[in-house]
Every structure is written in C-alpha cells, then in structure tokens.
C-alpha cells in the first residue's frame, strides 16, 4: 500500500517504540501517545495516537483503536485505524475492521466486515518483502 511518499505503513513508524515480547502476555487497556510493536500476546483495548504493528506470531484479544494498524498476528476484536490499515500474508482477524485507507495482502483472513471510511476500496496486494519480524521493532 502506498502511503506518504509512495512508502508502506511500517516503513512510516518514527522514533522509539514500546516493545511487547515474544512469550508476554499483557492484559489490560492500552493508551497514549505511542508506536506500540506486539510480538507476545494482548487481552484488552486499546487507543493509540500512534501505530500499533502486530508481528507474526502475536495474538491481540479486544478491540483496537489507533492512528495505524499493521496486522501480520491474530485479532479477535474490532480494529479501528484512524489512518492506514494494513493486513499481511498470514493475519488472521475475527471481527469488523475500518480504516481511512485499508490494503489487504494475499494470505490475510479476514472473518468481519470491512470499512473503508475514506472512501476508497480496499487494495489488494502481494507481500514480496521479508516478514515484519525480520525487519525488527
């Protein structure tokens, strides 16, 4: 999905992220002025003035608020993207999901309805670049 300069939604996150790792289960609600990467799992909501990036292998519970969401994980919530959605080969998410502007890659799942709230339809693309975790946080 193109986005400011023709780049993609993660190649948009600036500055210092809050990290949640591999083998971390976190329950509770989640908010603030932050880039927020999951790789372990989350059970609660979230509202975010900043981007939240599911990494392959993390498992989100609960409904997600933010101003971009890139999902390569598991949902099982609603997602609201203020912004971009994106969701890469290998999602899976169970519940409506809207954004500004939504692409969605060959290999996601998607068992919801989808909102595109700007207006535009949804873009469909095929990921030829390494998987998120290996570009790191």
């Known amino acids: 999905m193109a986005g400011a300069g023709g780049r993609r ?3 948009r996150m600036e500055g ?7 083998g971390t289960v976190l329950r509770g609600h989640i908010g603030g002025e932050a880039n927020v990467v999951v790789l372990g799992t ?5 509202d975010l003035d900043g981007m939240l990036v599911l990494q392959t292998g993390s498992c989100w519970t609960g409904d997600i608020r933010a101003d971009a969401v890139l999902v390569a994980g598991r949902v099982d919530g609603t997602i609201h993207a203020r912004g971009a959605l994106e969701l890469l ?7 409506d999901v809207r954004g500004a502007t939504v ?5 996601a799942i998607l068992d919801g309805r989808l909102d595109s709230a700007g207006g535009a339809p949804p873009v469909r693309f095929t990921e030829r670049r390494r998987a998120p975790e290996d570009a790191g946080p």
């Open 103 to 107: 692409a969605i890659a060959e290999g």
């Open 16 to 22: 210092a992220s809050t990290v949640i790792q591999a």
């Open 42 to 46: 989350v059970e609660g909501d979230c």
């Open 89 to 95: 080969p290998g999602a899976v998410v169970t519940g």
């Open 9 to 11: 939604l993660r190649d």
